[in-house]
């Protein structure tokens, strides 16, 4: 340092005698003659909480990513947003370019469902907690369905300061589920077209189940035979 300067919150490693490693912290200053004077702190523990925030942070990252869940808040003043790399990485958004305000946040919703959104967001600041699916708009233009949780926040006066909540991306699990639905109406479909055709044609149709050596035979089949499956078959 140059005289007059201030060093502070200089950090290295240094070796005990007892082989221990800690962690200094520096701050000096030096005089106008040239002298230098220094105060050492031992910050061992603090640099251990920092590098154990360091990991929960990494750790949660990761399991926002592999889960398609984030994390968010809104605070009442100003009604600031916070997002967390989660909530960016569903929107397809760069957490580079910080995140949106409340207005731009709702905004990113499928114009349909705003309005909803609206009024949930709007209750949770009296006090209302709030759960719903509804749809984005990804960066990319398509359609995700996200389930979203918020809580309010209360300071010690009892009145609401914020809002917490969790934020999961739900198009695959929502896609499966229509796409069962959608199975399961087909089938159903079918299955009645079956009846229909023998029940008019007084036809007889057995099924054998190869896995499970089941033997099924439809009610027109044990008329006209007169009995139901060998019980050895079932």
Known sequence: AQPGESVRRYRNRYRRL??????I???GRTDSDGRRYCVAK???DEMAREAEH???L???HLSEELAKVGHWHVALTRHRVTWSDGVFL?????PAGGAPTLEGAIECYHPDDRDEVTEAVGNAFRGIPFHFERRILHTDGSPRTVRANGVPEFGPDGEVTGIFGVFQDVTDEV?????AEQHRIESDRLRRRLELATNATAVGVW???LVSQRVIWTQQLQDLLGAAPNPEHE
């Open 90 to 94: 569903i929107h397809g958004r760069d």
């Open 207 to 209: 099924e054998w189940d």
């Open 175 to 179: 896609d499966a589920k229509q796409e």
């Open 42 to 44: 031992d910050v061992t």
């Open 25 to 27: 912290e520096w701050s």
């Open 54 to 56: 360091r990991e929960l």
């Open 18 to 23: 007892d082989g221990a490693y800690v962690w």
């Open 58 to 60: 990494r750790k949660l």
